[in-house]
């Protein structure tokens, strides 16, 4: 385990990974359902590499508090880890990671702060939709979204149903396990445990699944998301193709926007949680593209 910090960010208690102090700031940013957990096979290889990594829990997940303007759209999200990085840890500028809504939270980061993002790693993340993009998801993805429809039209009602901690991680515990987001096997029984006690709370799993409101318009933007425009910044893409929820047009939609880029490379061995699945490719890749020459 890593120590928690803490720190009141826009008026919200962030909760946060810190190693490394003094090394090349590396901002990690998890998705759903994630909280900073799922970087704990990153941290400290990438400490040690070089970075100071900074590993929050997003407002309204894990050890974060709630929101007190109930937003938890990307926009309000991006806000918070500028204020984190640039007002509370003192980076003018920083590098930084995300898969799934964290990857779409540091593409938004990227545009909404010009210079802020020096270099970016993405992978398995929601589809930016950019001119020349695909238009089409494939049918299989289609056919898995039945939670993302449920937690975005109905969250309510489903939060009723999971009314004990039980349930809650036991409906979480699914995503890292039977619904092959990815590669069979990739979490043990202890892993998954570890992954899910942050939802076992009503009160987060509630707010951890606002994400899903927003994106089908179930709940107005703070503002709107920079998402749907082509990101200048250097950006390195990778891709886990053992993943039922994001796509293989990933890699087209990717290239279409993001015009300085290496990659998309296929990781084999990976789906969803490449950051876990395959630790050692994404610390390599992270020390490779995101260090000073020097520093590597």
């Known amino acids: 385990m890593f120590a928690t910090h803490r720190a009141e960010v826009r008026g919200v208690q962030i909760a946060f990974a810190h190693e490394g102090a003094g090394g090349t700031p590396l901002l990690l940013v998890h998705g759903w ?75 938004d980061l990227a545009l909404r702060f010009p210079g802020f993002v020096e270099r ?52 979480v515990a ?25 939802f076992a709370r009503g009160e987060a799993f509630r707010s951890s699944i606002a994400i899903y409101e927003y994106a089908l318009r179930a ?6 998301p920079r998402f749907a425009e082509p990101n200048p910044t250097p950006a390195l893409v990778l891709y886990g193709p053992e993943d039922h929820v994001v796509p293989s047009t990933f890699c087209a939609a990717m290239e279409a926007a993001l015009p300085d880029r290496a990659g998309p490379f296929v990781v084999e061995g990976a789906g969803h949680f490449l950051q876990w699945e395959r630790a050692d490719v994404l610390n390599g890749a992270l020390r490779h593209f995101c260090l000073p020459w020097g520093a590597r």
Not at 38 to 46: A, D, K, M, V
Not at 53 to 64: K, N, T
Request: hydrophobic fraction near 35%; charged fraction near 30%.
């Open 219 to 224: 709940r107005e933007w703070s503002e709107k």
């Open 120 to 171: 970016m790693a993405l992978f398995n993340m929601p589809l930016p939709r950019v001119p020349g993009g695909p238009d089409e998801i494939p049918r299989a993805t289609r056919q898995a979204a039945d939670y993302f429809i449920r937690q975005g039209t109905d969250a309510d009602g489903l939060c009723a149903e999971l009314d004990t901690p039980e349930k809650r991680r036991a409906y």
């Open 33 to 107: 359902p994630e909280t900073r957990r799922i970087w704990w096979r990153n941290i400290g290889p990438l400490a040690e590499a070089g970075f100071e990594v900074i590993a929050p829990d997003l407002r309204g997940f894990g050890d974060s508090g709630q929101a007190p303007d109930g937003h938890y759209d990307a926009a309000a999200q991006s806000r918070d880890l500028e204020a984190l990085v640039r007002d509370e840890l003192g980076h003018e500028r920083c590098v930084a990671c995300g898969g799934d809504f964290g990857g779409m939270i540091v593409y």
């Open 174 to 198: 699914g995503m890292y396990g039977h619904r092959f987001w990815a590669v069979p096997g990739a979490f043990s029984p202890e892993d998954v445990d570890f992954m899910t006690e942050p």
